[in-house]
């Protein structure tokens, strides 16, 4: 057991101790609530049995499911009160240190093979998830914090689950159209000007400086030139996504047809294999690692371009335009399921360009693990 | 005997930032079909950059080169040899067969001439079985032994090696010279072969080419006495220990110790 371990269970125990010590929580006419819960009271006491007992090497499920219980039984709390006081917090703090020593304990019992990767490794993230929200829910509603500073989670899903059609439309709007069209054009055109400008030098010093001018042009300053010219429709916001992604994948495709070795490229010469034969065979397979490193910092920008573009002239649907017009009516619940559908549509973007590149690029030592 | 390279007055001169830097300076030479010819010397000598001139990887600055009646740059269009380069340069998204496949695509063989020329190279260099492996999943010495049947695979009849076995541990490096030797009188290959390596060279060669540097120069060429059989142990035989003296002699004379 580490020292870092013993520390938390350390803590652990006296913030279960602080927690049953002091009143958890107020209620309507002011009272203070001390013992009035007992499955709080039995969480927190089996808490500190269990640290005792396993002080030293607490298995990870115990902690686990002790973090859980607690999680759980605190949300369960919240309705019950009006206003969290110290023995909920220090009931909190015990929780998620219970969480944390049970990540800490299940990836040293993954490191020491008493667990397979597969699929215990998924639970220390969903535990980190898990408590972030918690703490989140736990603290808005707990402290009475504001909605327009920050609301909780649940308002949020509830938020969420009942303007699915709202958000749908959006997405189609923002994602579907402006996102994806825009993407594959960008990453499309500026892979077919790195080949170009490859091909020639001409083009080379005319195309790499236009291309480099075009990118450092401001995102806020194109989107409303895209409007004018491509109206109001999610053209102009795909156009404005061309415009972000073109660069990254020109410049990187570039440097990948130039990243191919010496001896390879005369190895094709020796065989007098001719342009197309050596730009398929080698030089291609061998720029696919930095054309994916394009692929995958486009994805993220074309989220972000097209959203914002929409803040610049748009019809009455798409993810900006949303963000854009509910925080104008203080309707910060449906701003955070905007952002919270962005978050995610644009991570399983960003992670299905990754699991393409995996497969493609499976024999670069940065894939599959090994030396070069 | 026919010939196979023909070099004749043969220089080569580099123009660099401190001024042209004389590579290899009236090199006349005659490699003869089936021959097994080394090139030694100190680093510097042009003797790699002799092989690279001769695959038209470098161009002449004047003299002249002829590659079965061919100039190098027609030699190379009608792929007229194999080249091996010193680290086996395989394509890691290709397993091995697709990798030795590689000069049969573009070289347009049909699929199933390529796959009966990659079943029979990959036998000739004892790598049957591992056709479906990635490069990076095979040692040093079977990687480069896998170059080699990507060299052998459409059948030229020149093999030119650059130092191939010069990254490899001894152990590793003797092996791969009895294979090659072995293979040399299957397939009847003329090879040139750089080393820098006295042993190695006097081991496998009908003919040793020792070269100098400044300028890259031929100063002895020696034709081998050694029988075509030889086992390993011959290199303690009193016969091999003599080119290889007169070898470290044409070294001695051609380095220069004034620098």
């Given amino acids: ?372 | 005997m026919s010939s196979v390279v023909t070099a004749k007055d043969l220089s080569l001169t580099f123009a660099t930032s401190d001024g042209p830097v004389h590579a290899l300076s009236e090199v006349n030479l005659e490699i003869e079909k089936g021959e097994f010819v080394s090139f030694i010397g100190p680093s510097g000598c042009g003797k790699t950059t002799f092989l690279r001139t001769i695959a038209d990887l470098e161009d002449l600055t004047s003299g002249t080169l002829e590659i079965n009646g061919m100039s190098a740059r027609e030699a190379r269009q009608a792929r007229a040899y194999g080249y091996v380069f010193q680290a086996a340069a395989l394509y890691p998204w290709r397993t091995i067969e697709k990798n030795i496949a590689l000069p049969l695509e573009i070289m347009g063989y049909s699929k199933p001439e390529r796959d009966k020329r990659i079943e029979r190279t990959l036998d000739l260099v004892n790598l049957s079985g591992f056709a479906k492996k990635h490069p990076w999943q095979l040692s040093g010495g079977m990687q480069q032994r896998a170059s080699i049947a990507r060299a052998l695979a459409f059948d030229a009849d020149l093999l030119l090696m650059d130092e191939p076995f010069g990254a490899l541990d001894e152990i590793v490096r003797d092996h791969l010279n009895e294979e090659l030797l072995k293979l040399w009188r299957r397939t009847e290959k003329t090879i040139c072969f750089v080393t820098h390596s006295i042993p190695e060279a006097v081991y496998l060669s009908t003919k040793i080419v020792v070269m100098s540097p400044r300028p890259g120069r031929v100063t002895d060429v020696i034709a081998s006495t050694l029988p075509d059989e030889r086992p390993l142990d011959i290199r303690e035989t009193p016969e091999f220990l003599a080119i290889a003296a007169r070898v470290r002699e044409g070294l001695r004379a051609g380095h220069s110790y004034e620098e």
Avoid at chain 1, 207 to 231: C, E, K, R, Y
Avoid at chain 1, 241 to 249: A, E, N
Avoid at chain 1, 273 to 286: D, I, N, S, V
């Fill in chain 1, 1 to 372: 057991m580490s020292r870092l371990q013993t520390i938390l269970a350390l803590f652990a125990g006296f913030a279960c101790i602080v927690a049953i010590a002091l009143p958890y929580g107020q209620i309507a006419d002011g009272q203070a609530m001390s013992w009035h819960y007992w499955p709080l009271l039995l969480v927190l006491l089996a808490s500190i049995a269990a640290l005792a007992v396993w002080f030293r090497g607490m298995p990870f499920a115990v902690a686990g499911g002790l973090a859980v219980l607690g999680g759980v039984v605190l949300m369960l709390l919240l309705p019950r009160i009006d206003l969290a006081l110290t023995g909920y917090w220090a009931a909190l703090v015990a929780m998620w240190t219970l969480a944390w020593l049970f990540a800490e304990r299940l990836s040293l019992a993954i490191a020491g093979g008493e667990v397979a990767e597969r699929p215990y490794g998924v639970l220390i993230p969903l535990m980190f998830g898990a408590a972030i929200l918690t703490a989140w829910e736990a603290i808005t509603l707990g402290a009475n914090i504001p909605k327009i500073l920050l609301p909780a989670p649940s308002a949020i899903w509830e938020v969420l689950l009942a303007n699915i059609p709202v958000l749908a439309a959006d997405f189609q709007q923002t994602f579907i159209k402006a996102v994806l069209i825009g993407y594959g054009l960008g990453c499309g055109v500026g892979f077919g000007v790195a080949i170009a400008i490859d091909r020639s030098p001409f083009l080379k010093a005319g195309l790499l400086p236009l291309g480099n001018f075009v990118s450092a042009l401001p995102l806020v300053g194109i989107a409303p030139i895209m409007v004018m010219w491509f109206g109001f429709d999610w053209p102009s916001k795909a156009a404005v996504v061309v415009v972000m992604t073109f660069f990254p994948m020109l410049v990187n495709t570039i440097a990948g047809l130039n990243g191919s070795g010496e001896m390879e490229r005369d190895l094709m010469r020796t065989y007098a294999a001719g342009y197309w034969h050596t730009l398929f065979k080698l030089r291609l397979p061998a720029a696919a690692p930095f054309i994916f490193n394009a692929l995958k910092i486009n994805s993220t920008l074309a989220l972000i371009g097209a959203i914002v573009a929409e803040f610049f002239g748009t019809p009455i649907v798409g993810m900006g335009f949303r963000i854009s017009s509910e925080i104008g009516k203080l309707n910060v619940e449906m701003v955070w399921a905007e952002i919270a559908m962005a978050a995610v549509a644009g991570s399983v973007f960003y992670w299905v360009v990754v699991l393409i590149e995996r497969a493609v690029t499976f024999w670069h030592p940065s894939v599959r693990g090994g030396r070069a």
